[in-house]
């Protein structure tokens, strides 16, 4: 059935790197969207970083990921990535990735209620 699949999480010091993954299952990532969004304990979760599905691919990311996070597709292996440097001790939560549903559903869009299809959630702690 149609699913995402997040991997790569873990504990990691202040200063350090993780990659993140978002492997699709019964349906072609390269065609939706692809958010990678954090919820920390408490809070909502928000979108942290997009790569759309336009002729031209784009990445979107929040002012804090910006200079610091990668978001990259592998069609072959429809799957998406987040490559994160330098990370914060604000940065731990779960990290999800969501195909966009509805709308312009090849463009990207932090709002959480655009998308239908998200993973389960990867667990990302920051800690020395």
């Known amino acids: 059935h149609v699913q995402l699949v997040e991997s790569g999480g873990g504990l990691v010091q202040p200063g350090g790197s993780l990659r993140l993954s978002c492997a699709g299952s019964?349906?072609?990532?390269?065609?939706?969207?692809i958010t990678w969004f954090r919820q920390a304990p408490g809070k909502e979760r928000e979108g942290i970083s997009c790569?759309?599905?336009?002729?031209?691919?784009?990445?979107v990311h929040t002012d804090s990921a910006k200079g610091r996070f990668t978001i990259s597709r592998d069609n072959s292996k429809n799957t998406v990535y987040l490559e994160m440097r330098e990370l914060k001790p604000e940065a731990p939560g779960v990290y999800y990735c969501?195909?966009?549903?509805?709308?312009?559903?090849?463009?990207?869009?932090?709002?959480?209620?655009?998308?239908?299809?998200w993973g389960q959630g990867t667990q990302v702690t920051v800690s020395s």
């Open positions: 790569i759309s599905a336009n002729k031209e691919v784009e990445e």
């Open positions: 019964d349906f072609s990532l390269e065609h939706f969207a």
């Open positions: 969501a195909a966009r549903s509805f709308g312009m559903f090849r463009s990207c869009v932090f709002r959480s209620a655009e998308y239908a299809t």
